[in-house]
T-cell receptor
Framework: NAGVTQTPKFRVLKTGQSMTLLCAQDMNHEYMYWYRQDPGMGLRLIHYSVGEGTTAKGEVPDGYNVSRLKKQNFLLGLESAAPSQTSVYFC?????????????FGPGTRLTVL | RKEVEQDPGPFNVPEGATVAFNCTYS??????FFWYRQDCRKEPKLLMS???SGNEDGRFTAQLNRASQYISLLIRDSKLSDSATYLC??????????????FGKGTKLSVKP
């Protein structure tokens, strides 16, 4: 099992460009999450999904969109990148009871917006 | 008051030392508590869950004090490989996923030979 994988691992964008980050998990988990991690800040939840075809906003959703067309994939989109979106993005997944069971994280995507 | 607060450190300790990390949380309705470990430039990984009765896993002991809204992690006989950032994580008990996790900023530990 690969667990949770993320592509790409690194990306540099110019302000205003768009991109999509892909997260894939092979553990048949219902729940998936996108976080961002910035220096001096804890992980902050951007969006999450409790199942195929459903998404919900987290703590910092502005400037991002997500889609969960297939259970194993969770996509994070930046329509018009801004320097404030320079960060490390982590995807995670868990089975139904997220609070009682651990979240499994992908290796992260390091994004720089110039 | 921030939802989950930790001393950022860094804690610099010699091998073999005992070190303790503390964490406070603001929401008294919080349901579940965890310690995650994050190595430099890596993803967080679950170290251990924290139970009301306290729990131990080898050299690691976690304790929860609900009355004081306080969580602790004790590491005995520190190893070089324990060097990492330790994240205090709390499930606030709300959200469509039956609980979204709130992460502290982390406490950095550096174990020296």
């Amino acid at each position: 099992n690969a667990g949770v994988t993320q592509t790409p691992k690194f990306r540099v964008l110019k302000t205003g460009q768009s991109m999509t980050l892909l997260c894939a998990q092979d553990m048949n988990h219902e729940y998936m999450y996108w976080y961002r991690q910035d220096p001096g800040m804890g992980l902050r939840l951007i969006h999450y999904s409790v199942g195929e075809g459903t998404t919900a906003k987290g703590e910092v959703p502005d400037g991002y969109n997500v889609s969960r067309l297939k259970k194993q994939n969770f996509l994070l989109g930046l329509e018009s990148a801004a320097p404030s979106q320079t960060s490390v993005y982590f995807c995670a997944s868990s089975n139904r009871l997220a609070g009682l069971n651990e979240q499994f994280f992908g290796p992260g995507t390091r994004l720089t917006v110039l | 008051r921030k939802e989950v607060e930790q001393d950022p450190g860094p804690f610099n300790v010699p091998e073999g030392a005992t070190v303790a990390f503390n964490c406070t949380y603001s929401n008294s309705a919080s349901q579940s508590f965890f310690w995650y470990r994050q190595d430099c430039r890596k993803e967080p990984k679950l170290l251990m869950s924290v139970y009301s009765s306290g729990n131990e896993d080898g050299r690691f002991t976690a304790q929860l004090n609900r009355a004081s809204q306080y969580i602790s992690l004790l590491i005995r006989d520190s190893k070089l490989s324990d060097s990492a950032t330790y994240l205090c994580v709390v499930n606030m008990g709300y959200g469509g996923s039956q609980g979204n996790l709130i992460f502290g900023k982390g406490t950095k530990l550096s174990v020296k030979p």
